[in-house]
């Protein structure tokens, strides 16, 4: 081959290298929509009622008034030097957090949604009969506007998208669960536009006796740019 030609092409290949925008070389970062990780206000141990900004607390029943953020230093679950604090649902049947009404985005068409959030077992509850905390119980949810995201027994007017339920492992370690939605044009076109939101409920399971873990790092998450449906 010419060698201008040669060194024309690799002048082309440099040049290319260097202002390929990252886009082309890897997958887009998801769209983080909602990021919770009960880092603030800071606490010491077991701080009862106190609830981060962007949450609704559950209401009505006994013993709502009383869950709140919890420090590693409590002993009950183990944390880290940056993630030393999570959320922990105690004392009875129903009480429980759901993220206030603007705190995501408006439900679109075509796009997945990821929520995913982390739960260990809480060796703190022992909810009176000896057994410790390693449940949980989470919804994804579009509100109509002026819904009750305060109800400790239901979603009330809202539309239930996804939802998780289930025990994690005794052993000390947080694990992710994950939920998902897509809104399809056609069949969900009623509550596109609705607010999105994460809704959190504590959990007896087994003849009381088990209830739920802390929890921590909620996300809510998108890619980036529209529907992955195709409009004719």
Known sequence: ????????????????A????????????????????????????????????GWVRH?????????????KDSGHFTGSATNDQAYALRYTSSPGITSAD???EALKAGVPYTVTFQVQQDLGSTNGSGAEGDYYDAK????PPGANRALSTGIDTGTLLDSAFG????????????MTFTADPVTHAAIIGLDLAVYFSDVWAGGNSR???VLDN????????????VFR
Do not use: C, W
């Not at 081959?1 to 290319?16: F, H, P, R, Y």
């Not at 209401?59 to 420090?71: E, R, T």
């Not at 994804?140 to 509100?143: D, G, N, Q, S, T």
């Not at 909620?218 to 449906?229: A, D, L, M, N, Q």
């Open 1 to 16: 081959m010419n060698q201008s030609i040669v060194l024309k092409l690799g002048v082309l290949a440099a040049v290319t």
């Open 18 to 53: 260097v202002f390929m925008p990252p886009a082309m070389s890897r997958a887009a970062d998801p769209v983080v929509l909602f990021n919770e990780d009960f880092e603030s206000p800071d606490v010491t141990g077991y701080s009862q009622g106190t609830t981060p900004s």
């Open 59 to 71: 209401a009505g029943v006994f013993g709502a008034d009383k869950h709140g953020l919890i420090d």
């Open 102 to 104: 603007g705190q995501i």
């Open 140 to 143: 994804f949810v579009a509100y």
């Open 167 to 178: 025990a994690v492992a005794t052993d000390g370690q947080f694990h992710t669960i994950t």
């Open 211 to 213: 209830s739920s873990g």
């Open 218 to 229: 909620v996300r809510v998450t998108r890619p980036p740019g529209g529907s992955v449906f």
